[in-house]
């Protein structure tokens, strides 16, 4: 760094001395660059010379001194109208600087500077000194010879204005610099300040600048409140007048300009929050542009209070806010934010290290009373508060907090914890924090917990997360003693929950002591008791039927039942009163938790529900497990529905999803599936039966599903693969009075026998005809089909109008399937490996097989369902007849006809009776040759079949057509332009011979 010059030596303590001095009122009417002053020309121009001369003293030290009298000076300070502060006060900062100017003397020495620093302070408020120039300054003197001579001329025209103003009279100017200085102990401590009263004064372009400085005691702090507050503009935009605070000022000859220590630029109508000086000095500055001021436009207070709120423990140099607080000196106390209750300081970094004593097993509790802290985020990214479990910034952070919090208590798990505080340039206006801290013994030993871990903060709080199946036992504090009074703990028990493993958990209760009150009610536990959230959440009881909830207290008799969470959380807290007891010995176990209602199987681990009927339960609902999450992979449960001895049992579906591709009209390997099965007695044993219904994949909802008459269970078995899952499904169960299969009130079904063929239909209309009427929700329809032995049936289905969709493209998971309604067709009654097709729809694609089925037996079953939520629908019609399939060798019957292609033999009375009675696509016993006429009636399948060619012929005759019309077309516009194009060059062929 380079030397200063003389000259720059001069102007820098000239600088120092104005600074010092601005607040306070300076001698030759106060001439210094914050002053708003108006005065006649006279004294405008001794303004003036008097700058010029400090500039020329600036530059020769010699010329520093002066011959103004303190008698004249005294004049011209009454004549001016100006006061000056005490001279106590004079004295001190004079000082001060002479301090100053004799360690810069001593450094410049060192330098081998030849020119000393004169004392400005000397030229105010006391006689100015005559200048005694060093010898060893002769040089410089010598030198400047000319501007001495130009000096001395203009110091003396400066007087000579000064004296002539003097003597015209008072002077008119306007000071507005506010400066209050904390006297002695029976002093004011308070007061007011207010924005200055200007009105008619001549206000410069750039504005005119007020400072208000306030100065307390090294023992206090300043204290700003603003009570009015309507400046003009608006944050950010303060343009014409606004008011800049400075807080963090060390003395109040710090730089306003270089400093970076700016607390804030505030205008228009919200006042700014409280402010507290980080020293002893607070300063103000009032900026404006106009001419007219009133005292409203800002008011407040001020205060000079104590400070010994803010020596919170043992400084930690070298930050000038970071304290080590020590139990063997101070047990219980207070902690605050550097400037708390004002605006903290922003850019700040404060530190607050407790150390307590191990051998005694001392703890640290620190309750927040207060905390308001800049909100920047989840994360705390601007201004943050961080408690660490230890007595260093590396130990475990127990929690980094922002914004506003409320009942925030921190306990160290040992002897130690460190808190730091860091603040940024956030803009906020926030107060800070305060707290109480205490050192204690008496604070829960955490020894007791041995199942799991503490949480850190707490006292005595811990969390137990599943392993996997695990178990343990929680124990309340301090046992195998007796729990302290007045102690509040929490378990918080927590099982896996993932897509693999949920599971919940399971509560039993080895040892309960925790003595009541005397004279207590049964169930007054407000002395102490263990309150259990199922729900995992602490929420308040909304009164005795709340479910979510219990609490024990007292000796109860043992065993108790067994707690369940309701998910894979359950929460206790322990709390106590002024009693005290053995507390309580619980173990706990984690199971599997499907989340499926009903009876659990004993084991938990095995996915087995029963839903039994009972006086009071005949309907209920079951879902996959978990729904509506996800069901886990590679699980195997079984649902058992179990009606009593005069009921039957039905499933309807509401919801059904499964991962995989499946429908209806396949076997669903290798994906997930739904088989539901009739459960019956076979023997006195109560061996069981299982014949399977159907099975389910995919998206393909089941209908409406009913036991058999004398079948009172149903059973479901939901299996799913390693690779994909979904919500799985959802559905109802209902268990009603049995009714025969063929009873007369059900208005349908029929046990054919003895016949050869025959035609069904519901709800029953004639045949050819549409149905005029619908079907109803709940029905139950049954058609047994028996034929003669070594034959059989063969179902041609003519009409459809069930509602439901079986297009797996384009249904959700709501309309998929036949859910409302469907027609079932079991074809072979004798084994469960068939899988039985449901029908439903009312499009050519739903019905399979071109609408034709053959049992491979001489029995044929077929069921109708509706749901209760069933719309209805114009229901279905069939034909059926009996068929043989002669072997080798064999030819039909005389009564019997034979069809060519399905090689069949039927009824010879089927033959030409306008419909196709031997099977898919073979209408041999229709055809002309055999009938001699036009076949009269096909089925449903071929009529829309028939209906599509006849439809795509027109269609094809209507292309044709147009594209012809359109070629001739044009062709007639070619040979119309050919014409005119010829026209056109005859007649310019006739203007040619002309011309």
């Known amino acids: 760094m380079q030397p200063q010059t003389p000259q720059q030596t001069a102007r820098s303590t000239r600088g120092r001395l104005l600074m010092q001095l601005r607040p306070t009122s300076s001698s030759m009417c106060r001439i210094t660059r914050q002053q708003t002053t108006t005065r006649t020309p006279c004294l405008a121009s001794s303004l003036l010379l008097g700058k010029e001369y400090f500039r020329l003293a600036g530059a020769s030290p010699w010329l520093a001194g002066g011959v103004v009298k303190r008698r004249r000076h005294r004049k011209l300070e ?87 103003c003097c003597c015209l009279g008072p002077v008119s100017a306007f000071d507005c610099d506010f400066t209050r200085v904390s006297g002695a102990v029976s002093g004011p401590k308070t007061g007011a300040f207010a924005a200055p009263l200007l009105n008619g004064h001549t206000v410069p372009a750039y504005g005119l600048q007020c400072i208000y400085t306030f100065i307390a005691l090294p023992t206090e702090r300043v204290k700003l409140a603003f009570r009015d507050f309507n400046l003009a503009g608006r944050p950010p935009d303060c343009l014409h007048e606004y008011i800049d605070l400075y807080t963090e000022l060390r003395n109040a000859t710090e730089d306003l300009v270089q400093t970076d220590k700016f607390g804030g630029r505030f205008c228009g109508k919200i006042a700014p929050r409280p402010r507290i000086s980080l020293y002893n000095t607070i300063v103000l500055v009032f900026s404006f542009d106009r001419a007219a001021l009133t005292p409203h436009l800002f008011a407040g207070t001020y205060e000079f209070i104590n400070a010994s709120m803010y020596d919170m423990g043992t400084p930690a140099p070298p930050s000038t806010c970071a304290y080590v607080v020590k139990s063997w000196v101070k047990r219980a106390g207070d902690i605050v934010s550097p400037t708390y209750p004002g605006v903290y300081p922003q850019r700040i970094m404060c530190s607050y290290q407790f150390l307590g004593q191990r051998s005694t097993n001392q703890r640290v509790r620190i309750e927040f009373m207060d905390f308001d802290l800049f909100s920047g985020g989840a994360h705390c990214p601007y201004d943050r508060l961080t408690i660490h479990d230890g007595a260093t910034e590396q130990d475990p952070v127990i929690s980094t907090n922002c914004g506003p919090q409320r009942g925030l208590i921190v306990f160290s798990s040992q002897e130690n914890l460190f808190i730091s505080f860091i603040t940024n340039r956030s803009g906020g206006e926030n107060r800070g924090f305060h707290a109480i801290f205490e050192f204690s013994e008496n604070y ?60 919940r958990v399971r509560l039993t209760v ?27 959440v602490e929420s308040r009881s909304s009164g005795p039927s709340d479910t979510t909830q219990t609490t024990l207290c007292g000796t109860p008799n043992l065993p108790l039942p067994a707690l369940f969470s309701a998910d894979s959380k359950i929460l206790l807290k322990f709390y106590s009163g002024t009693t005290q007891g053995l507390g309580f010995r619980i173990l706990y176990q984690f199971e599997t938790y499907f989340k499926v209602p009903g009876i659990a199987h004993p084991d938990s681990n095995i996915c087995e529900f029963r839903f039994q009927s009972g006086p009071h339960i005949k309907s209920g609902d079951f879902h996959s497990p978990r729904h509506p999450a996800n069901y886990p992979p590679n699980t195997n449960c079984t649902y058992i529905f179990e009606g009593a001895a005069n009921e039957q049992a039905r499933l309807e579906f509401d919801l059904f999803r499964l991962s995989g591709d499946g429908n209806y009209n ?39 599903i009913i036991s058999r008459f004398g079948v009172h269970d149903l059973k479901l078995r939901f299996v799913t693969d390693a690779t994909g899952v979904t919500n799985g499904f959802r559905g109802r169960y209902m268990f009603q009075p049995a009714e025969p299969t063929f009873s007369a009130t059900k208005g349908c079904g029929e046990n054919i026998r003895n016949q050869t063929h025959g035609r069904i239909a519901f709800p029953d209309f004639p045949d050819g005809e549409k149905s005029v009427s619908k079907y109803t929700v709940n029905a139950s329809c049954e058609w047994w089909i028996t034929v003669r032995p070594g034959y059989n049936v063969l179902v041609n289905l003519t009409f459809m109008g069930i509602e439901g ?60 369902t509706t749901s209760s939520k069933a ?35 039927i009824n010879k009375d089927l033959r030409c009776d306008g419909h196709h009675n031997c099977g898919e696509f073979d209408g041999s016993d229709e055809s002309v040759t055999e009938c001699g006429e036009p076949e009269v009636e096909v089925s449903f399948f071929e009529d829309l079949t028939m209906m599509g060619s006849v439809g795509g012929a027109v269609g094809g005759v209507l292309l044709i057509v147009i594209v012809m019309v359109v070629c001739v077309c044009r062709r007639r516009r070619k040979a119309e332009r050919r014409r005119k194009r010829q026209q056109n060059m005859n007649q310019d062929q006739h203007h040619e011979w002309n011309s």
Not at 447 to 453: D, H, K, L, S, V
Not at 515 to 529: F, I, N, R, T, V
Not at 685 to 702: E, K, V
């Open 78 to 164: 009454r004549r001016c109208g100006e006061t000056t502060t005490s001279r106590a006060r004079i004295k001190k900062i004079s000082e001060e600087n002479n301090n100053t100017n004799a360690s810069q003397s001593h450094r410049k020495a060192q330098q081998k500077r030849p020119i000393p620093i004169p004392n400005y302070p000397s030229l105010i408020g006391k006689k100015i000194r005559q200048y005694h120039p060093h010898p060893s300054t002769a040089t410089a003197v010598s030198s400047s010879t000319s501007s001495t001579k130009k000096s001395w001329l203009l110091l003396m025209l400066y007087c000579a204005c000064v004296c002539c």
């Open 510 to 536: 080895e040892m309960f002591r925790m003595p009541q009150l005397l004279g207590a009610e049964k169930g007054d536990c407000s002395a102490g008791g263990l309150t259990v959230w199922f729900t995992g």
């Open 805 to 864: 969709s079986k297009n797996f493209q384009t249904c959700s998971a709501t309309s998929c399937g036949c859910s409302g309604a469907a027609l079932k067709v079991f074809t072979d009654l004798t084994t469960d490996k068939q899988l039985n097709p449901e029908l439903c729809g009312v499009e050519a694609t739903d019905i399979p097989n071109g609408g034709q089925l053959r049992s491979p037996k001489n029995v044929m079953r077929l069921t109708f």
């Open 444 to 503: 829960v030993n955490l020894e007791f917990i041995t199942a799991g871990e503490h949480v850190r903060g707490t006292e005595c709080d811990q969390r137990i997360l599943s392993t996997g199946r695990s178990n343990g036992i929680i124990k309340s504090p301090n046992s195998p003693f007796l729990y302290q009074p007045n102690v509040e703990c929490r378990y918080f028990i927590e099982g896996l929950n993932n897509a693999e493993d949920l599971e």
């Open 871 to 905: 719309t209805g629908g114009d229901g279905f019609a069939l034909r059926w007849n009996e068929v043989r399939h002669p072997v080798v060798g064999d030819r039909c019957e005389a009564d019997e006809f034979f069809c060519d292609k399905n090689k069949f033999c």
């Open 666 to 704: 396949n076997d669903c390997q290798n994906q997930d599936y739904v088989d539901i099965f009739e459960t019956s007695a076979v023997d006195s044993r109560q061996r069981r039966r299982d014949m399977l219904i159907g099975r389910y994949c995919g998206t393909a909802m089941p209908a409406p």
